[in-house]
């Protein structure tokens, strides 16, 4: 930088070394480098002996000396430990003139440390280290205040109106030299950050494409494990939301062994219910006290949760290993609905071959036995029939109920069920060849269903058919106890055994040819409700339901307790019976339930 011959000396060594000072900034030396430099240039160009710059802790509590120029160490050390230069109003170290020029934000200017009183716990050591006046001006940094700009003298002085402005000058730049310390230290991290990134995100692609990688090679769920367990060290299991375990990897001799969810409940848990919300809101992992040693992560496409994927250990992972765990499970919950698709396609397959069992025309049972033999079943063994449905009207078969049965269903071993959505319901045919095997199955269903699933799920199983032409009998079984048993919450599973008389009229009775005997008991009540408009097969099934309690039918029906009297008598004249013996109300039971069947509709197609 060059200056004229007519600007006067000092002012041309104060602009000289405000340039010197300016070009330090630019250039983006370390930040105490140039605070030194700073207090430099102010003794250089006041004629002070000694400086400092003094910046306010990270938690405005004290000023600190961060850069100096000759300052001995020990006064440092005096100022930054010993008898620090507080800012909170209270004590005995809050009156400086260092703290004055900070809080106040104007400049202090002391002629005579031994005479100014605010010098107080610092006088005696500050004139031990040469100092006899002071001056200082407050710092700013982007308007706000961040220290103060000190100078010391080794006599007794006034710092005149110029030396003052430059001073101000001086602490300007000080500002500046902190904001562009600042700056440079933010863009070095951002740096670091992007180079971090960036190889993080080479480390992700590598991951994504060895997934994609197994996946176009047609490699299946546990080769999508088998690949994870090598990434994360870790041991890899993957399950349905049945429970069922798809694909179990072990590393280093550790195998993953999930919780069993059916107990869950039993533990003392919310049921499994609760662990598959736990699992579903996981980010991408969750470890929890629930279930030590191991990690669980939700596989889900969309909002569907299809499965839960378990990995020894405990804690959270680093980011690598969490992105990991991560892709993994959007490659198996893609997997998990291509096997779905392929479940759906044998659905079809299997639907129509129910639908033909369960309609009763077997024009050619050997066909049938060979259809069930590329599908994987076997209708030469003995077979039972369930049925599953919710207990909701409306939606007696949710998408998750059909799922989870399918997976329960579709995992057993050869010969497998057929399986097929029926008359609002979910129809198996299962072999019996063990006398206990369809009845474990059917609790089974019935036990994962209501540890899984909202609402009452209902399960009912027919008696053994020991031959096709049974089969149809044994749908119209399931069918009837669905609809004709009322649903009580905890409920068995309905079998014919259990269900009493429906069951033996299901079972043994074509209820066809007992509608004769219906309709001479209840025909008589159905023709007076039809010319007059009451209700008397209402009334009498509420109050043989009832016990013949005349109080529960009145508030059954929502009719007074009188017209509920009246209405028996009608009944009993109507039908020459006496509802206090007890040969008629077994009769009358037995036609109600007759009646029932025969006009439930479909069940007898």
């Known amino acids: 930088m060059g200056f004229s011959p007519s600007v006067p000396p000092d002012l041309l060594r104060w602009m000289s070394a405000i340039d010197d000072l300016a070009i330090a900034v630019n250039e983006q030396r370390d930040l105490p480098g140039l605070l030194g430099q700073i207090a430099r240039t102010a003794c250089d160009l006041l004629g002070y002996e000694s400086a400092a710059v003094l910046l306010v802790d990270d938690d405005r509590v004290a000023l600190r000396i961060e850069g100096c120029w000759g300052l001995t160490d020990g006064y440092v050390r005096l100022v930054n430990e010993e008898s620090p230069l507080l800012l909170t109003p209270g004590g005995t ?9 900070f809080v106040d934000g104007t400049p202090v200017i002391v002629e005579d440390i031994a005479q100014d009183p605010s010098y107080g716990p610092w006088a005696k050591a500050a004139q031990e280290h040469g100092h006899h006046s002071m001056a200082a001006v407050p710092l700013r940094n982007q308007g706000e205040r961040v220290g103060t700009l000190n100078v010391y003298g080794s006599d007794p002085r006034r710092l005149g109106p110029g030396g003052l402005e430059l001073l101000q000058v001086l602490a300007s730049h000080a500002g500046i030299a902190l904001e562009t310390s600042a700056q440079l230290e933010r863009d070095r991290r951002r740096l670091r950050e992007l180079s971090s990134l960036n190889e993080l995100l080479r480390q992700h692609a590598a991951i994504h494409d060895r997934f994609i990688g197994v996946a176009r090679r047609g490699g299946g769920l546990t080769d999508v494990a088998a690949a994870l367990a090598d990434i994360t060290d870790r041991a890899v299991a993957v399950q349905d939301v049945s429970g069922q375990i798809l694909a179990n990897v072990p590393r280093a001799g ?29 980010s991408p992992v969750l470890s929890a006290g629930a279930f030590p040693g191991l990690v669980a992560g939700p596989v889900r496409v969309g909002e569907e949760m299809l499965g839960v994927l378990w990995l020894a250990g405990e804690g959270e992972d680093d980011d690598l290993r969490l992105r990991a765990i991560e892709q993994a499970a959007v490659v198996l919950g893609l997997e998990m609905l291509r096997r779905r698709a392929v479940v759906d396609a044998q659905w079809q397959m299997k639907g129509d071959l129910v639908s033909e069992l369960a309609s009763g025309t077997l024009a050619d049972p050997a066909a049938l036995i060979a259809r069930g033999d590329r599908l994987g079943s076997d209708l030469r063994l003995p077979q039972r029939v369930l049925a599953v449905r919710h207990e909701q009207p409306g939606e007696v ?5 059909l799922r989870m049965v399918q997976s329960l269903v579709l995992s057993r071993q050869r010969p497998k ?6 008359d609002g319901a979910i129809v198996i045919v299962a072999p019996d060849t063990d006398p206990n095997d369809g009845e474990e199955l059917a609790r089974h269903i019935r036990t994962v ?6 609402g009452g799920v209902r399960v009912a199983i027919s008696e053994t058919c020991h031959a096709p032409e049974q089969l149809p009998g044994a749908f119209r079984q399931v069918h009837g ?6 649903y009580s919450a905890g409920e068995d599973v309905l079998t014919v055994a259990s269900a009493g008389m429906i069951g033996m009229l299901l079972s043994d009775i074509e209820p066809r040819r007992m509608g004769v005997l219906a309709e001479r008991w209840i025909g008589p009540l159905r023709d007076y409700d039809r010319r007059r408009g009451a209700d008397l097969v209402a009334t009498l099934r509420a109050y043989l339901d009832h016990d013949l309690n005349t109080g529960a039918t009145a508030e059954a ?11 028996v008598k009608r009944i009993e004249s109507l039908l020459s019976v006496s509802l206090t013996r007890v040969t008629d109300i077994t009769t009358l039971r037995a036609a109600l339930a007759i009646d ?9 197609r």
């Open 397 to 401: 078969v949710s998408a998750p109920l």
């Open 93 to 101: 170290l809050v009156g400086s003139p260092s703290r004055r020029a």
């Open 481 to 486: 106890l669905l609809r004709l048993i009322r």
């Open 417 to 422: 069920p057929l399986l097929a959505l029926r």
């Open 449 to 454: 269903a209501s540890q899984t699933l909202e």
């Open 596 to 604: 029932d069947i025969v006009h439930t509709p479909d069940l007898y």
């Open 254 to 282: 550790v195998s993953v062994r999930p919780p069993d969810w059916l107990s869950w409940s039993r533990r003392g848990a919310a049921g499994a219910r609760s662990l598959l919300d736990q699992v579903a809101q996981a």
């Open 557 to 567: 029906l929502f009719i007074h307790p009188n017209t509920v009297g009246l209405r």
